[in-house]
């Protein structure tokens, strides 16, 4: 069965830091995928969207990589601020049907 | 960009009671998602609602359960019936990016139901 997988465990990290969060998926061939940030008590805000024909997709600190062979994303946020703390999750594309599925989330936080 | 608000925001319930969460679009907007966030778990889809036909649901979710209205193009309800402490959670609604079709989801601010 298809499968999404981001790490479980809270990443700490110091601010200034680079932030890197894995989303890790099996038996998908997505179009493209997305990450959105949530934060406690608040629906999901859309961040980035990076189709299956890119490798990398940049928006100011934040990196996004996508290695359809690995079948593997990478969510960079550089010089990161404390401000950059909260859930963050990775969603893909059913490709047939059309509907987001989604990781259940990694908790970032990042300390001064 | 679409801004969406729900009501109510929060809520404690009693076992076997049912309730309604109501869904605001400011814009007119073709499907409306509904998901569910338990703690600690991902988002998924309840069911998709289109004007003018009926829901239609993911497995493992009926329609006796979550009833679903979209009376026109900028609103929906979903209602969660006689409800049990598994339903505690946090539902949302969402639609997506009209500007040409990226997938990209709005969401609102979710209903956070605890279920007694």
């Known amino acids: 069965s298809q499968k999404i997988e981001q790490n479980s465990e809270a990443l700490n990290i110091q601010e200034g830091k680079t932030a890197t969060l894995t989303c890790n998926y099996t038996?998908?061939?997505?179009?493209?995928l997305q990450w959105y940030r949530q934060d406690p008590g608040r629906g999901p805000v859309f961040l980035l969207l990076i189709r299956e024909n890119e490798k990398e997709k940049r928006k100011e600190r934040l990196k996004v990589t996508f290695d359809t062979t690995l079948k593997q994303s990478l969510f960079h946020i550089t010089a990161s601020q404390p401000a950059d703390s909260a859930t963050y999750l990775c969603a893909l594309d059913g490709r047939y049907g059309n509907k987001l599925v989604f990781g259940a989330g990694t908790i970032l936080r990042v300390k001064s | 960009s679409a801004v969406i608000s729900q009501k109510p925001s929060r809520d404690i319930c009693q076992r076997g009671t049912s309730l309604t969460i109501q869904c605001q679009v400011d814009s007119q907007v073709t499907m409306m998602f509904w998901y569910r966030q338990q703690p600690g778990q991902s988002l998924t889809l309840i069911a998709t609602?289109?004007?003018?036909?009926?829901?239609?649901?993911e497995s493992g979710f009926v329609i006796d359960k979550f009833p679903i209205s979209r009376p026109n193009l900028t609103f929906s309800t979903l209602t969660v019936s006689n409800m049990s402490p598994e339903d505690s959670s946090i539902y949302l609604c969402?639609?997506?990016?009209?500007?040409?079709?990226?997938?990209?989801?709005?969401f609102g601010e979710g209903s956070r139901l605890t279920v007694l």
């Open positions: 038996n998908y061939s997505p179009a493209y």
């Open positions: 609602a289109n004007q003018g036909s009926e829901a239609t649901y």
């Open positions: 969402s639609v997506e990016d009209g500007a040409g079709y990226t997938g990209e989801l709005f």
